[in-house]
């Protein structure tokens, strides 16, 4: 695309006319990879995920990689949407895309799962991504990324020296992304009984046993126990000795019997429920298993699926039955019929339900930030709507109202973010003091953007009870938006709303139907209050 633009020389002072090229969004997008600033932070990512978190494993070290992560990515996103979008659109494009899946996969369930599945099938290996919602702190890093790839857009077109740099560096960031350093969550995939002692094996799921056996290794994750299996403690530990690696892990049987009962047999079906038969196989019953309404939280609570490998009865421990439950340790069946979850290392049981206030907001922490954010943009939008029916008498006060509205509204999360930036630049929070007033400051600024616009609508306003009405059902309906969506999703893990997808319907059914009533109810009030004052 060519610009005609006539400039001034610096040398003869003489308008001259000049085409200059435009570089193209894959030239602006192999630029902003080739950056010494994305170089540094490709080297930052890669040494971290591969040398710090090993070295020093921590939470700075787990949000390092996602602050030098970001800072490259919106540039190889851009290099795919390059054939369908100019540079003027791609990098904004890009940024507000990554913006947009980091945020979700950090805070959502299904777009965490679903980044995990094609993170294993472009790698092979098995993949696991923290779902923790403040990392998006991280998010400033995309700041830095579109002032770059401004910078380099308006730039002209270079030499193909740097073209090729830049595709060696997309390349390398590629690999980067999908190379990162796997956390791989421990999975007791059997149990063994050795007689005096039972041995756990962490594998790595999916696991099968082959039919001729398979021979204990020392890259193994081995835990022992000497109690039946109550509790367990890690061969890697100097005060552990290690198992015999000569000895060979046998296929457990499909169907186990109990060796105290002969009739009483137990089998596990499609892959997590337990069933028993107390007349040697002719019936069967569940003894064992997850509601269906609760998995959902079952799996959210412990973060993996539920898929419980053989069984084993130790045979110093009568009537006791043991079942290798993956990343949910062991399940434990004692002579009467109760079944408990055992920890083995980090792997542990999840749960079904949680009645503690602090446990209850956190499992469902990602969907309320979600109500939070939507009524933090909807009820300024709706306060906008207001004003721009009043615009038409008063534009001069309607545009200085917008101006320092937008100015506060940007200022609120500025505070937080930076003291947020701060504190991870040089490592130390603050004075407890300071962490305490930041917060309550931010609110503060984003209230004083929503109340000031409202008063001075009140005042300025032809009809001022109307007004006074509009600005009534614009508070009705921001709490409306802010506390009625919660209610079904707060009484999803302690089990009064079973079902997952039923609370999350109502919340989103709670939040559209408060947002349509009183947006119009507010907005015919405001509609009102902007007409001529009755002679």
Request: aromatic content about 8%; proline content about 7%.
């Amino acid at each position: 695309m060519i610009d005609s633009r006539a400039f001034r020389s610096r040398r003869s002072g003489c308008t001259i006319a000049s085409q200059i090229l435009r570089r193209s969004s894959l030239d602006v997008a192999l630029a902003c990879l080739a950056h010494p600033v994305s170089l540094v932070a490709l080297a930052v990512l890669v040494s971290n995920d591969h040398v710090l978190k090993a070295a020093a494993p921590g939470w700075w070290t787990g949000k390092l990689s996602d602050f030098a992560g970001l800072v490259f990515f919106p540039a190889l996103l851009a290099v795919a949407l390059s054939p369908f979008a100019s540079a003027r659109l791609a990098g904004p494009l890009s940024v507000g895309v990554t913006a947009l899946w980091f945020v979700s996969i950090k805070t959502n369930e299904v777009a965490n799962a679903a980044t995990e599945g094609l993170v294993e099938a472009l790698t092979g290996a098995p993949s696991t991504i923290v779902r923790d919602p403040t990392d998006a702190i991280a998010l400033v890093s995309l700041g830095l990324a579109l002032r770059l790839w401004k910078r380099e857009a308006q730039r002209p077109a270079s030499r193909r020296t740097r073209r090729r740099a830049g595709v060696a560096a997309a390349g390398l960031a590629a690999l980067a992304t999908m190379a990162t350093s796997v956390l791989r969550p421990p999975s007791i995939v059997h149990v063994v009984d050795l007689g005096d002692e039972l041995l756990a094996i962490d594998g790595i799921e999916p696991f099968e046993i082959p039919a001729e056996g398979l021979q204990l290794s020392p890259a193994w994750d081995i835990f022992v126990s000497s109690d039946g299996g109550r509790t367990w403690r890690d061969t890697h530990r100097a005060d552990v000795e290690a198992p015999e690696w000569s000895w060979k892990v046998e296929r457990p049987p499909e169907v186990v019997q109990d060796p105290n009962d002969p009739g009483q047999w137990f089998r596990i079906t499609q892959g997590s429920v337990i069933e028993r038969s107390s007349d040697a196989g002719r019936s069967w019953e569940t003894d064992w298993e997850i509601a269906a309404s609760r998995r959902a939280f079952y799996r959210r609570d412990s973060g993996h699926d539920l898929r419980l490998h053989g069984m084993t009865f130790p045979s110093r421990h009568p009537g006791r039955l043991l079942v290798a439950a993956g990343p949910h340790g062991i399940l434990m069946r004692d002579a009467r019929g109760r079944w408990t979850g055992i920890a083995v290392g980090t792997a542990g049981p999840g749960r079904t339900v949680t009645r503690a206030p602090a446990e209850i907001v956190r499992s469902v922490g990602g969907e309320l930030l979600w109500i939070g954010l939507l009524t933090t943009v909807f009820a300024p939008a709706l306060s906008a709507a207001a004003w721009i029916l009043l615009s038409r008498e008063r534009r001069r006060e309607a545009r200085s109202t917008w101006l320092l509205c937008a100015g506060l509204l940007m200022l609120s999360p500025a505070i937080g973010l930076g003291l947020l930036v701060v504190s991870e630049e040089v490592g130390d929070p603050g004075p407890p003091l300071l962490l305490a007033v930041t917060p309550l400051v931010s609110l503060g600024v984003y209230l004083l953007a929503l109340l000031w616009p409202w008063r001075r609508f009140v005042r300025l306003a032809p009809r001022g009870l109307e007004a006074r009405r509009s600005r009534a059902r614009w508070w009705q309906t921001s709490l409306a938006l802010l506390v009625l969506p919660m209610l079904p999703l707060l009484l999803w893990p302690p089990g009064v709303i079973a079902w997952y997808p039923v609370a999350l319907g109502l919340a989103v059914a709670a939040f559209v139907a408060s947002a349509v009533a009183g947006s119009r109810a507010a907005i015919r009030w405001a509609r009102r209050a902007a007409l001529p004052p009755d002679p």
